[in-house]
């Protein structure tokens, strides 16, 4: 049996997690305030995810990058695989927030959407 | 001279949020100046999450948080105007500002929300000593360098100061390539958000120096490095604690300062501790018709908080407009002691209304379960067991309208913790 | 190139002699080291004007402080260059201090410095309420005045320029070879130019310059003076240039306003290894605090909104050398100038032009000489009417880049098209106050290096803080 002491980033609150494993299952979590926090500890205990927010380059914009991030939280450890995808891409104004702009960003199932008009 | 009902000064979250509920509550002649090219203010270049979990149930990004409202306020007749600004506002409510298209403009209120926001400390503010080379700046200037102008401020960074700016942004170079070498706290506590320290912080293994602070830059054209200490309780240099950073740039994120200017042409009584007006419950200052909300009467941690409070405003300001204000028996006074470092609104008019006050507060130092209690003559009339009390979240309790029934003239009303 | 002068060196100094030679029908260069005019003592110092009661009788800085003081406030108003002549107070804490009171006043007289008076503690906390109660009394100078001192080196280099005069930078002179009555003067970039007669007016490096010819007469200290600058918000809490009584324990810090209503305390006094230090210290910086309070006790310390240092040319002669070198008597050497050298600096000018007259013999004077430059908008000075009027006519004007210090769009893209155009941030800083304010750029360094960028059609990587390697980013996130 793991022990793991955890700080909960579902909301601004913060709360201090602890975690018990057993055999890479969470069997029980304590000191959160919400349902997100036990949800936050579980997956933060066997498969971490965190939302992405970068730029991508765009043609013809009101500025040179348009805001964008990926519609749901990504595993952790494809943080920079997805940087590297969208550091080449570049998109054409107009956009609108909520349009697609990489499908499927790495084999993960989630979209990087743009999150402002350019 | 053109004529408005309202003016708000500033179309970020605050000005946006005031603007609507004054027009919801039947103001009719509505007016927004904004400096920037476009509404959403500072949330523009925030491109990261977070923002709206209270306020929408969801985790918008800067910009789309910006966005629901700027959408709303297309949907009204409000004007806006962009590219604005206002140079002065003159103690008869008239508001002097200038663009490119208008030129210089005139403009009658019969009543005027504040809401130009903040701006960060300087490095110039800190003293800190060694040369004066390009790639110190703050983090906000940094920001939107990397976020809307498309480029990087620097390839090898330290941040001073761990407020939610300087954790934001240490993430946010990590992942467009640089490398950041260590984020230093003045304080043995960060300012910023939990959250963000774990997301921004530990996730790429960037130390957290806690009692440390920057005692010299180094570097003649550019930043060659900085030498960071050790910090005493008394918050100085603790000598023989040098350790020098080489780097290419040093941010600065030492603190955020309410805009208040214009406020003090005019007349408005400041408060000391948060640098904004002193308020009442409807957010309006001691110079009638005129009102305050967002990063200019305090700073805020969450924006949702900024709506919340810029709905108050604008539904001050309509009341006044309309001729609905009710005029106040008498004021009571709030102040925080004992850990409380400021209580916001500073002061609340007894006008008979049945509406419960909502007050906010911040503490000066970290307490674990401890409890926030107020107190009037004496009397308990709220408390409540806190498990953690942070200076860098805003907290805040209701007090009841049956409560402020029992006031009288001149009496305050006290805050604090215990434990 | 060839010219019949070159001037080294466009600090204060350097420009003003630059602009009064410049009404001569000659040619003549100005070549400075750095990205812009005024980047060594001229940027970074007290920015008064002294009365001269200072220096030491018979000397030329007693001579040239007295008769450039006279010049300065009709030289401002000719350049239209923010001036203020406010008075100066010495203040004295001790019958002691009183005492160096009258040895000030008694040298003053012999320096013919016109408008002096002792003044008791009475009158000393009508002038100046904030001034320590402990304060007994005061030397009360009241042709000292305040000026912006890189306004006025911009303003006279300006004119020069507008003359004919052609400017040279990033021109960092390390070589002069004399040969066949011409002079080659080499940089480090390589650039060279030929000139029949020089002016070695190159401030701390002008010992550095003068043995390129082989004169070995000048030793030049670089002493740093450390300086805060407080907020507009404290504009008041002073009205004159308040002095401390020089003491055995030291000179004092003097605690000022600005031209441009800030106030200003400083300077710490350090003889420094070597020529480049323009670090500020906790140490001296504490110092200036401390002296501060001594001074006016209830000054708000706290809003402090940048601190800097300046290096003087401390030469160990101790008076200003103004003369032809022993070595080549068409090199003129302008070295020493340290303070009172900006309040001197335009009777050194007038002093330099009749050395010049002297070796040069008689110079034929142009026929059309501008003695002064197109006047720069300032538009947070103007009033309405005229704020209106300007907008019409350019909308530029209508746009505010720098909120702290009111600066329009207009205002920058003029200083980027000047006679010396701006080619940097600090550059348009100086021309316009752009992120001069309590935010120190924060929110308008941004958007003013992009109006540069546009305005020069440079890509923003290559906009710089102050030339050289001060980029102020370093690359594209994408």
Same mark, same amino acid.
């Given at each position: 049996?793991?022990?793991?002491?955890?700080?909960?980033?579902?909301?601004?609150?913060?709360?201090?997690?602890?975690?018990?494993?057993?055999?890479?299952?969470?069997?029980?979590?304590?000191?959160?305030?919400?349902?997100?926090?036990?949800?936050?500890?579980?997956?933060?205990?066997?498969?971490?995810?965190?939302?992405?927010?970068?730029?991508?380059?765009?043609?013809?914009?009101?500025?040179?990058?348009?805001?964008?991030?990926?519609?749901d939280?990504?595993?952790?450890?494809k943080?920079?695989?997805?940087?590297?995808?969208?550091?080449?891409?570049?998109?054409?104004?107009?956009v609108?927030?909520?349009?697609?702009?990489?499908?499927?960003?790495?084999?993960?199932?989630?979209n990087?959407?743009?999150?402002?008009?350019? | 001279m053109?004529?408005?009902?309202?003016v708000?000064?500033?179309?970020?979250?605050?000005?946006?949020?005031?603007?609507?509920?004054?027009?919801?509550?039947?103001?009719?002649?509505?007016?927004?100046?904004?400096?920037d090219?476009?509404?959403?203010?500072i949330?523009?270049q925030?491109?990261h #999450?977070?923002f709206?979990?209270?306020y929408f149930?969801e985790e918008l990004?800067? $910009?789309?948080?910006?966005?629901?409202?700027?959408?709303?306020?297309?949907? +009204?007749?409000?004007?806006?105007?962009?590219?604005?600004?206002?140079?002065?506002?003159?103690?008869n409510?008239?508001?002097?500002?200038?663009?490119?298209?208008?030129?210089?403009?005139?403009?009658?209120?019969?009543?005027?929300?504040? @809401?130009?926001?903040?701006?960060e400390r300087p490095r110039?503010?800190?003293s800190?000593?060694?040369?004066? $080379? @390009?790639?110190?700046?703050t983090?906000? #200037?940094?920001?939107r360098?990397?976020?809307i102008e498309?480029?990087?401020?620097?390839?090898?960074?330290?941040i001073?100061?761990?407020?939610?700016?300087?954790?934001?942004?240490?993430?946010?170079?990590t992942?467009?390539?640089?490398?950041?070498?260590?984020?230093?706290?003045?304080?043995?506590?960060?300012?910023?958000? #939990?959250?963000?320290?774990?997301?921004?912080?530990e996730?790429?293994?960037?130390p957290?120096?806690?009692?440390?602070?920057? +005692?010299?830059i180094?570097?003649?054209?550019?930043?060659?490095?900085?030498t960071?200490?050790?910090?005493d309780?008394?918050?100085?240099?603790?000598?023989?604690t040098?350790?020098?950073?080489?780097?290419d740039?040093?941010?600065?994120?030492?603190?955020?300062?309410?805009?208040n200017?214009?406020?003090?042409?005019?007349?408005?009584?400041?408060d000391k501790?948060?640098?904004g007006?002193?308020?009442?419950?409807?957010r309006?200052t001691?110079?009638?018709?005129?009102?305050?909300?967002?990063?200019?009467l305090?700073?805020h941690?969450?924006?949702?908080?900024v709506?919340?409070?810029?709905q108050?405003?604008?539904?001050?300001?309509?009341?006044?407009?309309?001729g609905?204000?009710?005029?106040?028996?008498?004021?009571?006074?709030?102040?925080?002691?004992?850990g409380?470092?400021?209580?916001?609104p500073?002061?609340?008019?007894?006008?008979?209304? *049945?509406? $419960?006050?909502?007050?906010?507060?911040r503490?000066?130092?970290?307490? #674990?379960?401890?409890?926030?209690k107020?107190?009037?003559n004496?009397n308990?009339?709220?408390a409540?067991?806190?498990?953690?009390?942070a200076?860098?979240?805003?907290?805040?309790?209701?007090i009841? $309208?049956?409560d402020l029934?029992?006031?009288? *003239?001149?009496?305050?009303?006290?805050?604090?913790?215990?434990? | 190139?060839s010219?019949?002068?070159?001037?080294?060196?466009?600090?204060?100094?350097?420009?003003?002699?630059a602009?009064?030679?410049?009404?001569?029908?000659?040619k003549?260069?100005?070549?400075?080291?750095?990205?812009?005019?005024?980047?060594?003592? /001229?940027?970074?110092?007290s920015?008064?004007?002294h009365?001269?009661f200072?220096?030491v009788?018979?000397?030329?800085?007693a001579?040239? &402080?007295?008769?450039?003081?006279?010049?300065?406030?009709? =030289?401002?108003?000719?350049?239209?260059?923010?001036?203020?002549n406010?008075?100066?107070?010495?203040v004295a804490?001790s019958?002691?201090?009183?005492?160096t009171?009258?040895?000030?006043?008694?040298?003053g007289?012999?320096?013919?410095?016109?408008?002096l008076?002792?003044? %008791?503690?009475?009158?000393?906390?009508?002038?100046?309420?904030?001034?320590s109660?402990?304060?007994?009394?005061?030397?009360?100078?009241?042709?000292?005045?305040?000026?912006?001192?890189?306004?006025l080196?911009?303003?006279a280099?300006?004119?020069?320029?507008?003359?004919?005069?052609?400017?040279y930078?990033?021109?960092a002179?390390?070589?002069i070879q004399?040969?066949?009555?011409l002079?080659?003067?080499?940089?480090?970039?390589?650039?060279?130019i030929?000139?029949?007669?020089?002016?070695?007016?190159?401030?701390?490096?002008?010992?550095?310059?003068?043995?390129?010819i082989g004169?070995?007469?000048?030793?030049i200290v670089?002493?740093?003076?450390?300086? =805060?600058?407080?907020?507009?918000s404290?504009?008041?809490?002073?009205?004159?240039?308040?002095?401390?009584?020089?003491?055995?324990?030291?000179?004092?810090?003097?605690?000022?306003?600005?031209?441009?209503?800030?106030i200003?305390? %400083?300077?710490?006094?350090?003889?420094?290894?070597?020529?480049?230090?323009?670090?500020?210290?906790?140490?001296?910086?504490?110092?200036?605090?401390?002296?501060? !309070?001594?001074?006016?006790?209830n000054?708000?310390? &706290?809003?402090?909104?940048? !601190?800097f240092?300046?290096?003087?040319?401390?030469?160990?002669?101790?008076?200003?050398?103004?003369?032809?070198?022993?070595v080549?008597p068409?090199?003129i050497n302008?070295?020493?100038?340290? /303070?009172? %050298?900006?309040?001197?600096?335009?009777?050194?000018?007038?002093?330099?032009?009749?050395?010049?007259l002297?070796?040069?013999?008689?110079?034929?004077?142009?026929?059309?000489w501008?003695?002064?430059?197109?006047?720069?908008?300032?538009?947070?000075? =103007?009033?309405?009417?005229?704020?209106?009027?300007?907008?019409?006519n350019?909308?530029?004007?209508?746009q505010?880049?720098c909120?702290?210090?009111?600066?329009t769009?207009?205002?920058?893209?003029?200083?980027?098209?000047?006679?010396?155009?701006?080619?940097?941030?600090?550059?348009v800083?100086?021309?316009?106050?752009?992120?001069?304010?309590?935010?120190?750029s924060?929110?308008?360094?941004?958007?003013?290096?992009?109006?540069?960028?546009?305005?020069? &059609?440079?890509?923003?990587?290559?906009?710089?803080?102050?030339?050289?390697?001060?980029?102020?980013?370093?690359?594209?996130?994408?």
């Amino acid at each position: 049996m793991e022990v793991r002491e955890l700080t909960c980033v579902a909301c601004p609150m913060g709360c201090q997690l602890t975690a018990s494993i057993d055999n890479g299952v969470v069997v029980s979590v304590t000191g959160n305030t919400c349902p997100r926090g036990k949800k936050y500890a579980e997956t933060e205990c066997t498969h971490p995810v965190r939302p992405l927010t970068t730029t991508v380059k765009v043609e013809g914009g009101k500025h040179p990058v348009v805001p964008v991030k990926s519609a749901d939280a990504i595993p952790k450890e494809k943080m920079f695989d997805c940087m590297k995808v969208l550091n080449e891409v570049t998109v054409k104004a107009p956009v609108q927030i909520g349009d697609v702009i990489v499908e499927d960003i790495c084999s993960t199932g989630i979209n990087i959407v743009a999150t402002n008009i350019c | 001279m053109l004529k408005y009902d309202l003016v708000v000064v500033g179309g970020g979250p605050a000005g946006m949020a005031a603007a609507l509920k004054a027009k919801e509550c039947g103001v009719e002649r509505i007016l927004i100046c904004e400096r920037d090219e476009t509404l959403g203010g500072i949330l523009e270049q925030c491109i990261h #999450t977070g923002f709206g979990l209270h306020y929408f149930g969801e985790e918008l990004s800067g $910009p789309e948080y910006a966005a629901r409202f700027i959408d709303e306020v297309e949907k +009204t007749d409000i004007d806006v105007k962009v590219n604005t600004m206002v140079l002065d506002i003159t103690t008869n409510n008239v508001v002097i500002a200038i663009n490119k298209q208008d030129g210089l403009m005139e403009i009658s209120a019969t009543a005027i929300v504040l @809401a130009m926001g903040c701006r960060e400390r300087p490095r110039g503010a800190i003293s800190i000593p060694g040369t004066r $080379p @390009a790639g110190v700046m703050t983090a906000g #200037t940094a920001q939107r360098f990397a976020n809307i102008e498309g480029y990087l401020p620097g390839k090898e960074v330290v941040i001073l100061g761990s407020g939610d700016i300087g954790l934001i942004m240490a993430r946010r170079m990590t992942l467009e390539g640089a490398k950041v070498k260590a984020v230093c706290e003045l304080m043995p506590y960060s300012g910023g958000l #939990t959250r963000n320290i774990v997301q921004c912080l530990e996730d790429f293994d960037i130390p957290l120096k806690l009692s440390h602070t920057v +005692t010299e830059i180094k570097g003649k054209d550019r930043v060659e490095g900085i030498t960071i200490s050790k910090v005493d309780g008394n918050l100085k240099p603790i000598p023989g604690t040098e350790e020098y950073i080489p780097c290419d740039t040093l941010m600065l994120s030492v603190g955020l300062l309410p805009e208040n200017e214009l406020s003090r042409a005019v007349g408005i009584k400041l408060d000391k501790v948060t640098g904004g007006a002193v308020v009442d419950q409807y957010r309006e200052t001691n110079h009638e018709g005129i009102f305050a909300c967002g990063n200019v009467l305090h700073v805020h941690d969450l924006v949702d908080f900024v709506t919340q409070e810029a709905q108050t405003a604008g539904e001050g300001a309509a009341n006044y407009i309309l001729g609905k204000k009710e005029y106040p028996e008498f004021r009571v006074h709030t102040k925080g002691i004992n850990g409380v470092r400021y209580v916001v609104p500073q002061r609340i008019s007894i006008d008979g209304s *049945e509406e $419960p006050v909502k007050l906010y507060f911040r503490v000066g130092q970290v307490y #674990t379960n401890a409890a926030v209690k107020v107190t009037r003559n004496g009397n308990v009339i709220y408390a409540k067991k806190k498990r953690k009390l942070a200076p860098g979240e805003m907290e805040n309790i209701v007090i009841k $309208p049956e409560d402020l029934q029992e006031f009288s *003239e001149g009496d305050y009303l006290f805050i604090e913790v215990e434990g | 190139m060839s010219y019949d002068i070159a001037i080294i060196g466009a600090g204060v100094v350097g420009s003003l002699i630059a602009r009064k030679l410049s009404k001569y029908d000659i040619k003549i260069a100005l070549v400075e080291k750095c990205n812009d005019v005024a980047m060594g003592t /001229s940027k970074a110092n007290s920015a008064i004007v002294h009365a001269g009661f200072d220096a030491v009788p018979g000397t030329l800085k007693a001579e040239l &402080n007295v008769k450039g003081t006279k010049l300065m406030g009709y =030289l401002c108003e000719e350049l239209s260059v923010p001036y203020k002549n406010i008075g100066s107070l010495v203040v004295a804490f001790s019958e002691e201090e009183m005492e160096t009171l009258k040895e000030l006043y008694d040298r003053g007289m012999e320096n013919s410095v016109p408008g002096l008076k002792i003044i %008791g503690q009475d009158r000393l906390h009508e002038l100046e309420p904030n001034v320590s109660k402990r304060a007994l009394g005061a030397l009360w100078a009241k042709t000292a005045s305040i000026v912006c001192p890189y306004e006025l080196t911009l303003a006279a280099a300006e004119v020069a320029v507008i003359n004919g005069v052609e400017l040279y930078r990033n021109f960092a002179v390390n070589d002069i070879q004399f040969e066949n009555e011409l002079f080659t003067i080499k940089a480090e970039s390589g650039e060279q130019i030929e000139a029949k007669y020089v002016i070695n007016a190159a401030g701390i490096y002008s010992d550095y310059i003068a043995s390129l010819i082989g004169d070995n007469s000048i030793e030049i200290v670089a002493r740093k003076g450390e300086y =805060l600058l407080m907020d507009k918000s404290l504009g008041g809490v002073v009205n004159h240039v308040i002095f401390q009584c020089p003491t055995k324990m030291g000179k004092g810090v003097l605690v000022t306003p600005t031209v441009d209503g800030n106030i200003l305390t %400083g300077p710490s006094a350090k003889d420094i290894e070597g020529k480049d230090d323009i670090t500020t210290t906790s140490d001296e910086l504490d110092m200036v605090r401390k002296y501060t !309070s001594y001074s006016i006790p209830n000054v708000k310390l &706290n809003a402090v909104i940048t !601190s800097f240092a300046g290096l003087r040319a401390h030469s160990t002669k101790g008076d200003f050398i103004i003369e032809p070198s022993k070595v080549n008597p068409h090199f003129i050497n302008v070295a020493g100038i340290e /303070s009172p %050298g900006l309040s001197a600096a335009p009777a050194i000018a007038e002093y330099v032009q009749d050395i010049m007259l002297d070796v040069c013999g008689r110079l034929p004077k142009k026929v059309k000489w501008h003695r002064t430059r197109p006047e720069p908008i300032r538009f947070r000075e =103007l009033s309405t009417v005229e704020r209106r009027e300007l907008i019409e006519n350019d909308p530029a004007f209508g746009q505010i880049v720098c909120r702290c210090e009111t600066v329009t769009e207009g205002e920058i893209i003029a200083a980027c098209h000047g006679p010396i155009p701006a080619w940097d941030m600090d550059g348009v800083k100086r021309r316009t106050r752009a992120g001069m304010g309590r935010c120190q750029s924060g929110f308008c360094g941004p958007k003013v290096a992009e109006i540069i960028a546009r305005e020069r &059609n440079q890509d923003l990587l290559d906009i710089t803080k102050f030339g050289d390697d001060s980029n102020i980013v370093v690359g594209k996130t994408k």
